[in-house]
């Protein structure tokens, strides 16, 4: 027994160092998901959800009306919607979309939700709010000559006073100019937070450990210093193909020389609006002309032509994994309201 009393002690100091350093591990394995989300928290910040007031505003009651209505176009059935499909998490699952003048169109539509909040919209930032880009879609996808030619359309199918409820201190309420400010408060109600906000906001169940994985490896690769902010993307304008031609990457023909169609300016060719990434796992395919169909190929071929990186396969399925963490719930008003008759 005296002989035992030694190894008995020497065992218990053994047990409580191993317990210890257990103890350490797990506490340091704790503190991770905390320090990533302070890291994470000033790189990005959260997505806010929608007021009920905001949704039940004239404006947008009025702009989510003229959203849905396909009879407000040249041929009479085009909408908003149809290049922002309820079924198609806000985007629009074909390479293009199709015109009331039955063309398609030379971009790819991006997701609706939070677009409002970009510093410009279009690929090419040509558009400096929803507003802008709505008065042109009149004459654009809507296949007007003109924008006013939406307003004896308007008045026949029972508009009036609805434009009169949402700005009552116009004579002259029903002008393109008012449906597009419409549409654009409607739009602004379009906020689909995720579980990425709840973990930035203290929820340590909100990500699973790949997707944590996931978001440490964005940070690290880079991905980070463009597609930042709220949406994750959205703020500013950069060229794409840092590192290399981007259409030997993703097989583009012909290659858009991107904002330069816009200004003439040579210093704006190849430069595109950063993607914002809110929703991005559902809105395939990716990039300005629809010319990716998988995310982890987009997320491969950005790696590469932005930061001349080559990613494995686990370092792939690890950001694919946190880019899912950014899907919110479709909002319960993207969805044709009663019509006017």
């Not at 199918?157 to 449906?179: C, I, K, R, V």
């Not at 290659?255 to 990434?277: C, I």
Request: net charge neutral; glycine share 8%.
């Amino acid at each position: 027994m005296r002989n035992a009393l030694p190894s008995m002690l020497l065992a218990l100091a053994g047990a409580s160092m191993l317990l210890a350093g257990a103890r350490s591990a797990s506490a340091e394995a704790a503190l991770l998901p905390a320090e990533l989300r302070a890291q994470s928290r000033t790189l990005f910040g959260t997505v806010a959800p929608v007021r009920e007031e905001e949704v039940q505003a004239p404006a947008a009651v009025l702009g989510r009306a003229l959203f849905w209505d396909g009879r407000l176009s040249l041929d009479g059935k085009t909408a908003c919607a149809s290049c922002h499909a309820r079924e198609d998490h806000g985007a629009d699952r074909r390479r293009f979309s199709i015109t009331a003048k039955g063309q398609p169109t030379s971009l790819h539509s991006q997701v609706i939700f939070m677009a409002q909040e970009q510093s410009a919209l279009r690929w090419y930032g040509d558009r400096r709010d929803g507003a802008q880009q709505a008065e042109r879609s009149l004459t654009g996808s809507m296949g007007f000559a003109n924008a006013a030619d939406v307003n004896p359309l308007l008045k026949a199918l029972g508009y009036e006073p609805l434009f009169h409820a949402a700005f009552p201190d116009q004579a002259e309420a029903m002008t393109p100019s008012n449906y597009a400010a419409a549409l654009q408060a409607y739009q602004k109600t379009l906020r689909t937070p995720a579980p990425f906000d709840a973990f930035l906001q203290g929820d340590d169940r909100a990500l699973a450990p790949r997707q944590l994985a996931g978001l440490r490896r964005f940070i690290d690769t880079g991905c980070a210093s463009c597609h930042n902010g709220p949406l994750l993307g959205g703020g500013s304008l950069q060229k794409f193909g840092q590192r290399k031609d981007y259409w030997l990457a993703t097989g583009s023909s012909p290659a858009d020389p991107g904002r330069y169609n816009a200004t003439k300016q040579e210093a704006d060719r190849y430069v595109f609006r950063v993607a914002m990434l809110r929703n991005i796992a559902r809105t395939a395919p990716y990039f300005h002309d629809g010319s990716v169909e998988r995310l982890e190929e987009a997320v491969r071929i950005m790696a590469d032509v932005q930061l001349g990186l080559r990613l494995g396969e686990d370092e792939v399925a690890e950001i694919v994994a946190f880019l899912g963490s950014l899907t919110g719930e479709l909002p319960a008003h993207y969805s044709a309201p009663a019509l006017p008759r």
